[in-house]
Nanobody, 122 residues
């Protein structure tokens, strides 16, 4: 079973950058896709980025400002957040789905981390 743990959240001023990390079981990560989602207070959880077999897919709200990456010989997936805006403030979750179909649909992801808070001040 995949166990996911996020790290790297924090507070930053608008225009700044953060890098989030998600640690998981390397064996399990080789069997599917890793995704990042976020949920702001009072809003639905939304897909930010997913990486399937080295191919990324980004959500429209963050496209151009984030990068998802994974080092092949490590069990970590990274989310680089640049040019952050106050509206990016949210709890960020990493998640795992089996199989290689690119998707940012919440229901496709069965394993979730506990979340990392990102706060962007103006």
């Amino acid at each position: 079973q995949v166990q996911l743990v996020e790290s790297g959240g924090g507070s930053v001023q608008a225009g700044g950058s953060l890098r989030l990390s998600c640690s998981g079981s390397r064996y399990s990560l080789s069997r599917g896709c890793m995704g990042w989602f976020r949920q702001a207070p009072g809003k639905d959880r939304e897909g930010v980025a997913v990486l399937c077999g080295g191919v990324p897919l980004y959500g429209d709200s963050v496209k151009g400002r984030i990068t998802i990456s994974q080092v092949n010989n490590e069990d970590q997936v990274y989310l680089q957040l640049d040019s952050l805006k106050p509206e990016d403030t949210a709890m960020y979750y990493c998640a795992f789905k089996e199989g290689w179909r690119l998707s940012l649909r919440l229901l496709d992801f069965r394993t979730w981390g506990q979340g990392a808070q990102v706060t962007v001040s103006s």
